[in-house]
T-cell receptor, first 110, second 115 residues
């Protein structure tokens, strides 16, 4: 059974810092991995999707990497801003389903 | 493109009543739709998967007679919570995939409160 773990559960940083969020999964036979952002009481916004054959994806200040063999992904946020404050969810797809981690709640202080 | 809407965004109902939540794909045909629930400060848990015109496939531990799912068209799926109780209060999120099934698009969620 696929299990997805995100560390840390919560993170507070001053504005301008670069930071890394971690995601690990137990079954490496994934189809793809997706990072989402969720603001309080809101739905999900897709940030980056990495296919199983890819190593990384970049969008603006965000960079996501994937090491399928070790069951790990990282989301790198450069030059963090208060507007980046949200919960970040990692999800892996296999057997047609998206399995989510518990999320990392990020607070960026001005 | 790839927009998924949900209605209502918030609903409050009395214990014992039923409530229906709609999920629509606005600009694509959703061959598969998924329903998730999310408790406060927890992650999304998949409840069921539905394909248009077929019966939904429920995850282990989800009561199919309590959470009725209908996927009658390629743009609409509904989740009906029957005889709702306070413990059903949660955030319900739907998502959909189109012909390019590798990416799911998520709705904005529905906050259900059962009093």
């Amino acid at each position: 059974k696929q299990e997805v773990t995100q560390i840390p559960a919560a993170l507070s940083v001053p504005e301008g810092e670069n930071l890394v969020l971690n995601c690990s999964f137990t079954d490496s036979a994934i189809y793809n991995l997706q990072w989402f952002r969720q603001d309080p009481g809101k739905g999900l916004t897709s940030l980056l999707l990495i296919q199983s054959s890819q190593r990384e994806q970049t969008s603006g200040r965000l960079n996501a990497s994937l090491d399928k063999s070790s069951g790990r992904s990282t989301l790198y946020i450069a030059a963090s801003q208060p507007g980046d404050s949200a919960t970040y969810l990692c999800a892996v797809r296999n057997t047609g389903k998206l399995i989510f981690g518990q999320g990392t709640t990020l607070q960026v202080k001005p | 493109g790839a927009v998924v809407s949900q209605h209502p965004s918030r609903v409050i109902c009395k214990s014992g009543t039923s409530v229906k939540i709609e999920c629509r794909s606005l600009d694509f045909q959703a061959t598969t739709m998924f329903w998730y629930r999310q408790f406060p400060k927890q992650s999304l848990m998949l409840m069921a998967t539905s394909n248009e015109g077929s019966k939904a496939t429920y995850e282990q531990g989800v009561e199919k007679d309590k959470f009725l799912i209908n996927h009658a068209s390629l743009t609409l799926s509904t989740l009906t919570v029957t005889s709702a109780h306070p413990e059903d209060s949660s955030f319900y999120i739907c998502s959909a995939t189109g012909t390019a099934a590798y990416e799911q698009y998520f709705g904005p969620g529905t906050r259900l409160t059962v009093t």
